[in-house]
């Protein structure tokens, strides 16, 4: 099982463009979730998603940013007309059903936004 | 609102003395706790859970209600403990899959 992964580990995207951030968790696990983590600060929730639904998107920005995790493929995480604020890591963690269940993470996609 | 704080941006100690990350936390409830790890260039990894109760890789970390607090200990630090460590606090109710974590410690062990 290779862990969850993440694509790619490091974009770069000029203001105004789109950033779309993929990943595909660890084989049977149906429950996705996106952190962001801002230079200096601890990873803050966005988002929960399970198949073909959004469960919980309260850590998301109103703007710009959606997610989904279709019922074939992995999950995307996708940011339009980036700023320079969204310039952060953001990880993906995985787990096999959701609440009390220990959430794997992937290593991260380093956006930088020039 | 739910708070984890780690007061210690940097620690650095020398290999064989014993350390501790302080992490101390705010929750209403009654919440779940976890130190994860980062190891340079790797991926973030949980370390221990507090219900749990167990050791791993040498280290504790003992949940205390009254101070809010479940530093992170280990009695020798070896040089592969040099790493990230991030605690991590998981409420319960309708939302006990959201973790909410420090701003981390960077811990340097020198030989």
């Known amino acids: 099982n290779a862990g969850v992964m993440q694509n790619p580990r490091h974009l770069v995207r000029r203001r105004g463009q789109e950033a779309r951030l993929r990943c595909s968790p660890m084989?049977?696990?149906?429950?996705v979730y996106w952190y962001r983590q801002l230079p200096e600060e601890g990873l803050k929730f966005m988002v929960y998603?399970?198949?073909?639904?959004?469960?919980?998107e309260s850590g998301m920005p109103k703007e710009r940013f959606s997610a989904e995790f279709p019922k074939e493929g992995p999950s995307i995480l996708r940011i339009q007309q980036v700023v320079r604020g969204d310039s952060a890591a953001y990880f993906c963690a995985s787990s096999p059903q959701g609440n009390e269940d220990e959430a794997f993470f992937g290593q991260g996609t380093r956006l930088t936004v020039v | 609102a739910q708070r984890v704080t780690q007061p210690e941006k940097l620690l650095s100690v020398f290999k064989g003395a014993p350390v501790e990350l302080k992490c101390n936390y705010s929750y209403s409830g009654s919440p779940e706790l976890f130190w994860y790890v980062q190891y340079s260039r790797q991926r973030l990894q949980l370390l221990l859970r507090h219900i749990s109760r167990e050791s791993i890789k040498g280290f504790t970390a003992d949940l205390n209600k009254g101070e809010t607090s479940f530093h992170l200990k280990k009695p020798f630090a070896q040089e592969e403990d040099s790493a990230m460590y991030y605690c991590a606090l998981r409420g319960g109710g309708g939302s006990n899959y959201k973790l909410t974590f420090g701003k981390g410690t960077l811990l340097t062990v020198n030989p």
């Open positions: 998603l399970q198949k073909e639904n959004i469960i919980d």
């Open positions: 084989k049977g696990h149906s429950h």
